[in-house]
């Protein structure tokens, strides 16, 4: 066991604001809050699982390589592209909540990009730079000339347009955003604000600091931020949940910048103006149309995402629908019977 490696939520005063504001009229719901707040900050954790070793390196992204130790025969590679923003823990959660090493024990052979975090010579590596100087020879580097690629929130959005430009035996994204003009208009108005705000400060640092991104996540759903945090605190000690709890709460709380030209391009092309619903993206003077990809393509969404919607997912060969939120489709108690063993069946379908 080691202790919490943090005192979050951060950024832990805006946390308390909208602790204060959405249990004003509850004083049983702040009480609870508070208690579970204490008990996130105090609570040690159990020691993480090994990590999976690194096979390639491009500036500060790696990839790494899951299931070496498994001696099953492989199927072909499936890499798997989480999004900028967070790490890429949250398909390596936990020894129980994994979808990178349930897949491994399944035989399938995955790779996991971890973008690591950005110097300061990245302030202008933008979402075409992060796909062409180092997602690309990431995928590359796995050595396999025709690999299945998964794409996890924005990871998704840059996956397609991968699939693009390497060929590939099957793309799915999991949450992926594509069409911005059906996320509602409040939540991107509140974006647009918030950018606003922090704009002139990110742009002299050349990036945007994770507490940034994570008021956005704050701003849109305040009162489920607050209530999960009171509904931790009747959580049995030593349970599994408990431990599921802070290893999802520590990943959301962690995670590098994002680079100052990406997080532009995010938020005034993509969110402000649908440049990828409008099918006006386009990479070295190729249009970045996904349903022209040459290979299976799957979209999968959640009937419950508040951080990306139905109406904003992309439409593709074959969509699924998950009843779960955006995080808890990939890591909820749940995951392995609505997520993780149907999708082992389609990466198997398309020879992954």
């Known amino acids: 066991m080691h202790a919490a490696s943090q005192h979050g939520p951060r950024p832990l005063p805006l946390f308390l604001d909208i602790?204060?504001?959405?249990?004003?009229?509850?004083?049983m719901l702040r009480s609870k809050a508070f208690a579970g707040l204490r008990r996130y900050q105090t609570t040690q954790r159990p020691k993480p699982a090994p990590p999976a070793p690194v096979k390639a390196t491009v500036g500060s992204a790696q990839l790494l390589h899951y299931g070496t130790e498994n001696r099953r025969p492989r199927r072909s590679a499936v890499v798997f592209v989480p999004s900028l923003i967070n790490p890429p823990a949250v398909l390596d959660l936990s020894a129980g909540r994994s979808l990178l090493r349930y897949l491994a024990e399944q035989g399938h052979d995955p790779w996991l990009i971890d973008w690591g975090t950005p110097c300061l010579n990245d302030r202008t590596l933008d979402?075409?730079?992060?796909?062409?100087?180092?997602?690309l020879p990431l995928i590359d580097a796995t050595g396999n000339k025709s690999p299945v690629l998964v794409g996890y929130c924005l990871g998704g959005t840059l996956t397609l347009a991968a699939a693009m430009l390497r060929p590939c035996s099957g793309v799915a994204t999991i949450a992926a955003p594509w069409s911005f003009s059906g996320f509602p208009a409040s939540d991107r108005a509140e974006i647009a604000r918030l950018w606003a705000q922090a704009k002139?400060?990110?742009?002299?640092?050349?990036?945007?600091?994770?507490?940034?991104?994570?008021?956005?996540?704050?701003?849109l759903d305040p009162k489920r931020t607050i209530r999960k945090f009171a509904e931790f605190a009747d959580i049995e000690t030593g349970t599994?949940?408990?431990?599921?709890?802070?290893?999802l709460e520590d990943w959301a709380n962690a995670g590098p910048p994002l680079t100052y030209?990406?997080?532009?391009e995010l938020f005034e092309q993509l969110y402000n103006g649908d440049l990828?619903?409008?099918?006006?993206?386009?990479?070295?003077?190729?249009?970045?149309?996904?349903?022209?990809?040459?290979?299976?393509?799957?979209?999968?969404?959640s009937s419950r995402d508040?951080?990306?919607?139905?109406?904003?997912?992309?439409?593709?060969?074959?969509?699924?629908t998950i009843a779960?939120?955006?995080?808890?489709?990939?890591?909820?108690?749940?995951a392995q019977e609505t997520l993780w063993a149907r999708l082992g069946q389609w990466l198997a379908s398309v020879g992954a």
């Open 306 to 320: 508040r951080i990306v919607p139905i109406e904003a997912a992309p439409t593709l060969a074959e969509n699924w």
């Open 19 to 27: 602790l204060w504001r959405e249990t004003a009229d509850d004083s």
């Open 261 to 264: 030209a990406a997080a532009q």
């Open 200 to 219: 002139p400060v990110c742009e002299k640092l050349g990036y945007v600091p994770m507490e940034v991104l994570q008021t956005g996540f704050w701003a």
């Open 324 to 334: 779960a939120g955006h995080v808890g489709m990939v890591v909820g108690s749940q």
């Open 276 to 301: 990828t619903g409008q099918g006006g993206w386009t990479i070295g003077g190729r249009q970045i149309d996904p349903k022209t990809i040459a290979c299976p393509t799957l979209s999968v969404r």
């Open 127 to 135: 979402l075409t730079g992060h796909i062409l100087d180092r997602l």
């Open 240 to 247: 599994e949940a408990e431990q599921a709890f802070l290893a």
